[in-house]
């Protein structure tokens, strides 16, 4: 399954069925699962450490050393799940010492082409980065969301779960659970409420998470006020919750 004219390292470690494609480099401390397929023109470096059943397609870096110049060589680590795929051209940069030492990337994430992700981000499950789409370092990325393209994500920024975002969307402090963002810099423009059916959300949990959006954004109350508030009202409506959980770590405030 590894191409004639592909550069695998003695040291790396490949699982079964694992395809490396034509003038594709493998490092010597990386680890690759099952079913893994590596395209053409690949690059995996560093210590990366990829699950089962990925696709990464031509022309990608991943693994390669942050682009920060406070890095100086130690041995961080990428770390990348099961079943994401990795579209042309895109960036996936190790950890550093400054920060968690890890980049992470969870499951079934759909990650398209020019993504760059850089040191230290913290990516969820069932994500879509749609094309361009770019993190700066340190930035979270919670389950469920969807960047759309040519979002910038500024440094140290947390996106929420079940997010989305407009094209061309600048994002310069977080965007909490279930909200649209758009504009540079982003700004509101209430509940992803088509996302949210599709994953399952009731007619009611929609009322009461629109409910919250006015809470925080429409009712004059100062962030902590309405946070309090939502954190009494998650005893009886538990998809409250996450919202009331991230609101209390924002560690950049929220897009207003």
């Given at each position: 399954m590894?191409?004639?004219t592909a550069?695998?390292?003695?040291?790396?470690?490949?699982?079964?069925?694992?395809?490396?494609?034509?003038?594709s480099?493998v490092?010597?401390?990386?680890?690759?699962g099952?079913n893994?397929?590596?395209?053409?023109?690949?690059?995996v470096?560093?210590r990366?450490?990829?699950?089962?059943?990925?696709?990464?397609?031509?022309?990608?870096s991943?693994?390669?050393v942050?682009?920060?110049?406070?890095?100086?060589?130690?041995?961080t680590?990428?770390e990348i799940?099961?079943r994401?795929?990795?579209?042309?051209?895109?960036?996936?940069?190790?950890?550093?010492v400054q920060?968690a030492e890890?980049t992470?990337?969870?499951d079934?994430?759909?990650?398209m082409a020019y993504?760059?992700i850089?040191?230290d981000?913290q990516?969820g499950?069932?994500?879509?980065?749609?094309n361009?789409?770019?993190?700066a370092?340190?930035?979270h990325?919670?389950?469920?969301?969807?960047?759309?393209?040519?979002?910038?994500?500024?440094?140290?920024c947390?996106?929420g779960a079940h997010?989305?975002t407009?094209?061309?969307?600048?994002?310069?402090?977080d965007v909490?659970?279930?909200?649209?963002?758009a504009?540079?810099?982003a700004?509101p423009?209430?509940?992803n409420?088509?996302g949210?059916?599709?994953?399952?959300?009731?007619?009611?949990?929609?009322?009461?998470?629109?409910r919250a959006?006015r809470?925080?954004?429409k009712?004059?109350?100062?962030?902590?006020?309405?946070r309090?508030?939502?954190e009494?009202?998650?005893?009886d409506?538990?998809e409250?919750?996450?919202?009331?959980d991230?609101l209390?770590?924002?560690?950049?405030?929220?897009?207003?």
């Amino acid at each position: 399954m590894i191409h004639s004219t592909a550069i695998v390292h003695p040291g790396a470690k490949l699982g079964k069925s694992v395809s490396v494609g034509a003038y594709s480099i493998v490092g010597e401390h990386v680890e690759i699962g099952d079913n893994t397929w590596i395209g053409p023109h690949v690059v995996v470096s560093g210590r990366t450490k990829i699950g089962a059943d990925n696709r990464f397609y031509q022309f990608s870096s991943i693994g390669e050393v942050p682009q920060d110049k406070k890095y100086g060589g130690e041995p961080t680590r990428l770390e990348i799940g099961d079943r994401n795929t990795i579209r042309e051209f895109c960036t996936l940069n190790l950890g550093t010492v400054q920060d968690a030492e890890v980049t992470r990337i969870g499951d079934d994430n759909w990650i398209m082409a020019y993504v760059h992700i850089a040191h230290d981000c913290q990516v969820g499950n069932q994500t879509i980065f749609a094309n361009n789409a770019q993190l700066a370092g340190h930035v979270h990325v919670d389950d469920w969301a969807i960047l759309g393209g040519y979002t910038g994500v500024h440094q140290f920024c947390r996106v929420g779960a079940h997010t989305m975002t407009a094209v061309g969307t600048v994002v310069l402090q977080d965007v909490p659970p279930y909200l649209m963002a758009a504009g540079n810099s982003a700004s509101p423009f209430g509940i992803n409420t088509e996302g949210l059916k599709r994953r399952g959300f009731s007619a009611e949990a929609l009322r009461t998470l629109k409910r919250a959006y006015r809470t925080i954004y429409k009712s004059g109350l100062r962030l902590e006020e309405a946070r309090e508030k939502l954190e009494e009202e998650a005893k009886d409506h538990a998809e409250l919750q996450p919202l009331v959980d991230f609101l209390a770590v924002s560690g950049r405030s929220i897009i207003r």
